[in-house]
């Protein structure tokens, strides 16, 4: 059985040509222990079969708590449907997750939507560790949505999911005819958690993702949108990783923390919109 590091090797082997130097956009090529670019620019595969991109270190305030808690509550279902939804548009495609975390929702959705190739990156090197042990064959690294080290048209899906956008380098990795698939939360969307934290703010317990719509459909006129809101039922031995999933708990009172853990949710609203944009052919 091979070891993280070497099967990491063996796909930037495999798929060298999909990558690009961060630093200076040159092509990449094998070298022993990872890539190389035409300036010698070099980027070993670490112990955990990863790549670490970034040129210079950048704070993340997602620590490993969370990014576990993260990833047991999407294992437990609660996004079932929209995952289900989401790898009918993966089969057979390269696709990019981008700022994957521990990398559950592309784990789930490889396993459904069977693409031919499947990475994810994050700017939190805590989260792609994690990502690192996944059960399927997805790639991870780290790496900053502003200089995607990736050569121009290499996926034909971009995955952003409850994440930033940056809709340049989504156009310029995307082949003709790729897909920018979107999830964003609606206004309902974990409000009893909100409610729970903030009760005496209303600012915290709503949310509007209209200039977030406006700016997709800005970028995708013909986009389309498609809304799942249902009530989703929590394992009794999730209910606190539902607590510590999100930073939506960050800046709750101590008082209002120790409440919620006493007394978990046992029911969470779900309320999101996916967006599916198509980059033009030309």
Same mark, same amino acid.
């Given at each position: =059985?091979?070891?993280?590091?070497?099967?990491?090797?063996?796909?930037?082997?495999?798929?060298?040509?999909?990558?690009?130097?961060?630093?200076?956009?040159?092509?990449?090529?094998?070298?022993?222990?990872?890539?190389?670019?035409?300036? &010698?620019?070099?980027?070993?595969?670490?112990?955990?079969?990863?790549?670490?991109? +970034?040129?210079?270190?950048?704070?993340?305030?997602?620590?490993?708590?969370? *990014?576990?808690?993260?990833?047991? =509550?999407?294992?437990?279902?609660?996004?079932?449907?929209?995952?289900?939804?989401? %790898?009918?548009?993966?089969?057979?495609?390269?696709?990019?997750?981008?700022?994957?975390?521990?990398?559950?929702?592309?784990?789930?959705?490889?396993?459904?939507?069977?693409?031919?190739?499947?990475?994810?990156?994050?700017?939190?090197? $805590?989260?792609?560790?994690?990502?690192?042990?996944?059960? &399927?064959?997805?790639?991870?690294?780290?790496?900053?949505?502003? !200089?995607?080290?990736?050569? !121009?048209?290499?996926?034909?899906?971009?995955?952003?999911?409850?994440?930033?956008?940056?809709?340049?380098?989504?156009?310029?990795?995307?082949?003709?005819?790729?897909?920018?698939?979107?999830?964003?939360? &609606? %206004?309902?969307?974990?409000?009893?958690?909100?409610?729970?934290?903030?009760?005496?703010?209303?600012?915290?317990?709503?949310?509007? &993702?209209?200039?977030?719509?406006?700016? *997709?459909?800005?970028?995708?006129?013909? %986009?389309?949108? $498609?809304?799942?809101?249902?009530?989703?039922?929590?394992?009794?031995?999730?209910?606190?990783?539902? +607590?510590?999933?999100?930073?939506?708990?960050?800046?709750?009172? $101590?008082?209002?923390?120790?409440?919620?853990?006493?007394?978990?949710?046992?029911?969470?609203?779900?309320?999101?919109?996916?967006?599916?944009?198509?980059?033009?052919?030309?």
């Amino acid at each position: =059985m091979l070891k993280k590091i070497e099967r990491g090797q063996q796909f930037v082997w495999q798929h060298q040509d999909l990558f690009r130097c961060p630093i200076c956009f040159s092509p990449m090529s094998e070298q022993p222990r990872g890539l190389k670019c035409q300036s &010698n620019h070099q980027f070993d595969v670490s112990k955990k079969g990863t790549l670490y991109f +970034l040129t210079h270190a950048i704070d993340s305030d997602y620590d490993a708590e969370l *990014f576990h808690a993260r990833g047991r =509550m999407i294992r437990s279902g609660m996004y079932r449907p929209v995952i289900e939804r989401i %790898a009918k548009e993966l089969a057979d495609t390269r696709v990019l997750d981008v700022g994957c975390g521990e990398g559950s929702f592309l784990s789930l959705l490889t396993e459904q939507g069977t693409p031919s190739v499947s990475i994810g990156f994050d700017i939190a090197k $805590e989260g792609v560790y994690q990502a690192s042990s996944q059960p &399927n064959g997805d790639f991870w690294c780290t790496a900053d949505l502003t !200089n995607l080290p990736f050569t !121009n048209g290499a996926f034909e899906a971009v995955l952003n999911l409850f994440s930033p956008s940056n809709y340049q380098e989504f156009a310029r990795i995307l082949s003709p005819g790729g897909k920018v698939i979107k999830l964003i939360p &609606n %206004a309902n969307y974990l409000k009893e958690l909100r409610q729970g934290f903030y009760p005496d703010d209303l600012h915290k317990q709503t949310y509007s &993702n209209e200039r977030v719509l406006a700016k *997709f459909f800005q970028e995708f006129p013909d %986009a389309s949108h $498609e809304r799942f809101s249902y009530v989703f039922t929590i394992p009794k031995e999730r209910q606190r990783d539902l +607590l510590e999933m999100s930073p939506l708990e960050w800046n709750a009172t $101590e008082s209002k923390k120790e409440e919620l853990y006493q007394h978990p949710l046992k029911k969470i609203t779900i309320d999101l919109d996916l967006l599916i944009g198509t980059k033009g052919m030309k």
